[in-house]
């Protein structure tokens, strides 16, 4: 016998087999059984996940031959002949290679005729995003004034190419990728009835490479139980999929907290010669970062992050993410991937990450990140971490227990704190009398004080508006043009 895909082989052929969409068969259910059937729909939505499978079935409901329902017979004649693509009353045409003005007046013509063998003739517009304008405007006005027992479905995986003027006369169904556990599901049904072993282990991970489409999802465990010589088993979907062993994985994550950065490098660079896939890799990677920072938020702890790690996660996710999808464009995947490694080498600063995410213009409380600087520590983060110290709360200290002098003074001059000590920018007419209480004073503040002129303060503010140009310039990897000093 000759070998059937299980795509082809296991086509739903009613409602119940259908998975995922169910908002989508529930309204097409309910609409058959109340005798509301639309003249036009817009069935929108990825590749693979059902469109012309419900097209189908829709055609079935409304011409079994026991009658119109929710559920058709598929043994008369009509079924079978909708489901082998050969019933006289349905076409399927391809918008992709009859996108022209002559081919949608060959339609219109046909509208004319009654049904042949049922009630109702049915036209499967695929790929209906490509028809040309003059296609579309032909169109237009058979959906305006829908001929009687004619259904339009325009089927497309790219709604936003469709002119509002047809979608306004539609009803739009937006079609779904299902979820990784529908899919599994649906790929233990098959093995199921294939009599073929597997284990629940390489199902998830052949659906969760699947990415959602079902047809990719039946190709691949095809290619699985070939490649598997008759069982789908982990280590084989492991070989076949290029997966790296979940080991690795969690090691990779354990550099990453540990801000290892070399490490890393050299880690994606020994995956890629051993001829692992990276996209696969990266893939992996970035879904258990995904899963640590759920487990994080909802418990204290993940397998290898804390929730102290919760917005670092947020930020490595994103990096991540936005990581594979560049990958996709770059001519070398790696390329992308090392940027991004590269990238959470700034991660521990999340004071100022979330400055930049929140518009922030105040660059000059950004500290520059210079390449010169020491990698970051696990300490240095957590310092970097700590809350400022508060300032205001220490002056009112001083001047309940030194006094309002004092306080004056300091309350005058800017402090800073920095990572060693406060630095006390002080006028030149109060320096000497902030020096001379500097013993006082100290013990107040939690780390050594400085106490300097406030002329030097103005020096160093322009060395910090030099910062700030390079730090604009590094964010938005712009070119110095001009620079006027004050
Ligand atoms: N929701 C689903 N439930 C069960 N099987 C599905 C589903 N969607 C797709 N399939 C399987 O994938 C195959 C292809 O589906 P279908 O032709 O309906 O996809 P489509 O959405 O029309 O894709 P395309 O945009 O490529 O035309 C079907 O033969 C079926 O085996
Ligand atoms: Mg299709
Ligand atoms: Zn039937």
């Given at each position: ?374 990698d970051i520590t696990e300490e240095t983060y957590k310092e970097k971490r700590k809350p400022q110290t508060d300032i205001p709360y220490i002056l009112e200290k001083i001047r309940k227990e030194i006094g309002g002098i004092v306080f004056a003074t300091l309350e005058k001059s800017k402090i800073e704190e920095t990572d060693k000590n406060f630095v006390i920018y002080a006028d030149a007419s109060i320096i000497s009398f902030i020096k001379d209480k500097q013993s006082q004073i100290e013990k107040y503040f939690p780390k050594p004080i400085e106490i300097t002129e406030i002329k030097k303060e103005k020096r160093q503010k322009n060395r910090k508006r030099d910062e ?19």
């Open positions: 016998m000759a070998y059937i895909a299980f795509s082809r082989k296991y086509r739903p052929k009613d409602f119940s087999q259908v998975i995922g969409q169910e908002a989508i068969v529930k309204t097409l259910k309910n609409a058959i059984e109340l005798g509301r059937v639309s003249h036009a729909y817009i069935f929108a939505g990825p590749r693979g996940v059902g469109k012309t499978t419900i097209s189908r079935i829709l055609a079935k409901c409304l011409n079994c031959k026991e009658g119109i329902s929710s559920a058709p017979c598929n043994r008369c004649e009509n079924c079978t002949e909708i489901d082998r693509g050969s019933f006289p009353d349905m076409k399927e045409i391809d918008a992709a290679s009859n996108r022209g003005i002559d081919d949608i007046r060959a339609l219109k013509e046909n509208i004319n005729y009654a049904p042949i063998k049922g009630n109702y003739k049915i036209y499967i517009i695929d790929e209906s995003h490509m028809l040309t304008k003059e296609a579309f405007n032909a169109l237009l006005k058979t959906l305006e004034e829908p001929p009687q027992n004619n259904i339009f479905i325009l089927a497309t995986t790219e709604l936003h190419k469709i002119p509002d003027t047809i979608k306004s006369r539609c009803q739009i169904f937006l079609f779904k990728p299902p979820t990784v556990s529908q899919i599994k599901e649906y790929m233990k049904n098959i093995l199921e009835k294939e009599n073929i072993p597997y284990d629940e282990k390489a199902l998830e991970l052949l659906a969760q490479s699947s990415e959602g489409g079902v047809r990719d999802s039946a190709s691949l465990l095809d290619q699985a139980v070939t490649y598997g010589k008759g069982s789908v088993t982990t280590k084989s979907v492991e070989q076949m999929l290029g997966i790296v062993p979940q080991n690795l994985v969690d090691r990779f994550l354990q550099r990453i907290k540990e801000n290892n950065i070399e490490k890393l490098i050299l880690g994606l660079e020994k995956l890629d010669k051993e001829g692992f896939d990276l996209n696969v890799f990266w893939k992996q990677v970035t879904d258990k970062l995904h899963r640590e920072l759920i487990k994080v938020s909802i418990e204290e702890k993940g397998d290898i992050f804390t929730k102290e790690d919760q917005k670092s996660l947020i930020y490595l996710v994103e990096i991540f993410n936005q990581a594979y999808s560049q990958a996709k464009n770059n001519f070398s995947p790696k390329n992308s991937y090392q940027l991004a490694l590269l990238k959470i080498k700034f991660i521990p600063n999340l004071k100022k990450i979330e400055k930049l995410l929140e518009g922030s213009t105040d660059l000059k409380q950004i500290k520059p990140s210079s390449s010169k600087s020491k700030t140009v390079d730090k604009a310039l590094e964010l938005f990897q712009g070119k110095l043009i001009n620079y006027k000093e004050e």
